[in-house]
């Protein structure tokens, strides 16, 4: 009799410990599925920050974890397979590619933006045309930073590329290009509006603009929904909100 009560109760502990089991795996599970990653532009970095505190008063389990970089280069890193459930770009061609090749299933242009020069605060310079070599012009990488595509096009249009190239010193990213010109390794540099800004007000020191730098077309910035990851999902639907655009708004981007 014994035997047969400690065998039971042996029975019963071993299917606790599977339950319990189970239940841990499905516990890792949920909070796994509650984990998304966005792949966003390197001018999003502050304000993408305080689109996650709005997006957790809804979900505040949800984690985020966010990858930044050019545009091009995380378009690239989304074709080559990367964890990435939303991408968030600075313009629209690279997501365009991804959606040609079937890596994102809808797209929506959430904000956008100004192309500027800067220069460092204190710069003897009035005018882009002041620089010429050993003087130096930071700008995104032409191939995978849309603000230096921006800044060729721009300086194709004004027609003074031709005899700048000598000055340019390429940057993976409009971050970059700040630093560059924040330091004075730069004379004058190409960003966005919005990368004078650090945070929602206070403005980057050091820096102050030149100019503006006005294109023929304006700079729309366009996300791509890359997997069908409930929260990613959530997270691509907020961006459409009017919270989520009085954000943007509030960090110097234009509707």
């Not at 502990?13 to 890792?28: H, I």
Request: charged residues 35%; contains cysteine; neutral net charge.
């Amino acid at each position: 009799m014994k035997k047969a009560l400690l065998l039971i109760l042996t029975l019963l502990l071993v299917l606790a410990g599977c339950s319990s089991e189970s239940n841990q795996d499905k516990a890792r599970k949920e909070n796994a599925d509650k984990t998304f990653t966005v792949a966003a532009a390197a001018s999003l970095t502050d304000v993408t920050k305080a689109l996650e505190k709005e997006f957790k008063k809804e979900h505040p389990k949800t984690k985020i974890k966010f990858n930044y970089g050019g545009s091009g280069s995380l378009r690239k890193q989304v074709e080559a397979g990367a964890d990435v459930d939303v991408m968030m770009s600075a313009n629209t061609s690279d997501i365009d590619k991804l959606k040609d090749e079937d890596k994102v299933s809808e797209v929506y242009d959430y904000a956008e933006n100004k192309l500027i020069i800067i220069k460092y605060k204190n710069s003897p310079i009035k005018n882009l045309k002041d620089i010429s070599s050993p003087k130096k012009i930071s700008l995104g990488e032409e191939k995978s930073v849309p603000a230096g595509q921006y800044a060729i096009e721009y300086m194709k249009k004004e027609d003074i590329y031709n005899g700048m190239t000598s000055t340019f010193v390429f940057a993976k990213d409009v971050k970059q290009v700040l630093n560059y010109v924040q330091n004075e390794n730069a004379e004058a540099g190409f960003v966005y509006a919005t990368d004078i800004y650090k945070g929602k007000n206070e403005k980057v020191k050091n820096i102050e603009k030149l100019s503006d730098a006005p294109l023929d077309r304006p700079i729309v910035y366009r996300a791509g929904l890359v997997t069908d990851n409930k929260e990613a999902k959530e997270w691509f639907e907020f961006l459409k909100t009017k919270e989520a655009k009085q954000i943007f708004k509030d960090y110097h981007f234009e509707e």
